[in-house]
T-cell receptor, first 112, second 112 residues
């Protein structure tokens, strides 16, 4: 079945450093979504990318969707303590009704 | 709007006991999902529903049952709890299986 892989699993950064997480799918995706989960919280939808090569920005966050629509990345510029959490990518599960396949997430740990 | 709500927030069970987790959404979404989240395992789909009166198995359905008698509610049942079911359970809903999911706050279940 479809697999969505994320790397790295954990990332420690100093506050103010940049951070990037990468997502790769075993199949071509119609869209890719990103979610953020704060410690002790629940996943919250951040953004959806649909077009090949698409780039979207939300303040310090930059999201990219690969040309082949099989990979994506999330880049955070100048991290802040509020960025702490786990970032998940997710893609539709082969068009079925069972929704999305989630990557296992990247845990971002920020040291002041 | 409350979005997606879950009850209870915390629960401790003894092995062999049963319980029901309730999920409610006020967004008129057709699709609803139950996930469990364990350290290092990401989000794993237990069961899902494509509408009132319909349910289907996800990736890890064993030991769980579900019901969707009303469109806004999705219940997850554990008939005979086991320590392996200690986890955080999230409910989610969406208007379409390929689009963003809205998550509830989660239920932290411990089975001793």
């Amino acid at each position: 079945g479809q697999q969505v892989m994320q790397i790295p699993q954990y990332q420690h950064v100093q506050e103010g450093e940049d951070f990037t997480t990468y997502c790769n799918s075993s199949t071509t995706l119609s869209n890719i979504q990103w979610y953020k989960q704060r410690p002790g919280g629940h996943p919250v939808f951040l953004i959806q990318l649909v077009k090949s090569g698409e780039v979207k920005k939300q303040k310090r966050l930059t999201f990219q969707f690969g040309e082949a629509k099989k990979n994506s990345s999330l880049h955070i510029t100048a991290t802040q303590t509020t960025d702490v959490g786990t970032y998940f990518c997710a893609g539709p599960t082969g068009g079925g009704a069972d929704g999305l396949t989630f990557g296992k997430g990247t845990h971002l740990i920020i040291q002041p | 709007n409350a979005g997606v709500t879950q009850t209870p927030k915390f629960r401790v069970l003894k092995t062999g006991q049963s319980m029901t987790l309730l999920c409610a959404q006020d967004m008129n979404h057709e699709y609803m999902y139950w996930y469990r989240q364990d350290p290092g395992m990401g989000l794993r789909l237990i069961h899902y529903s494509v509408g009132e009166g319909t349910t289907a198995k996800g990736e890890v359905p064993d030991g769980y049952n579900v019901s969707r008698l009303k469109k806004q509610n999705f219940l997850l049942g554990l008939e005979s709890a086991a320590p392996s079911q200690t986890s955080v359970y999230f409910c989610a809903s969406s208007r379409d299986p390929i689009y963003e999911q809205y998550f509830g706050p989660g239920t932290r279940l411990t089975v001793t």
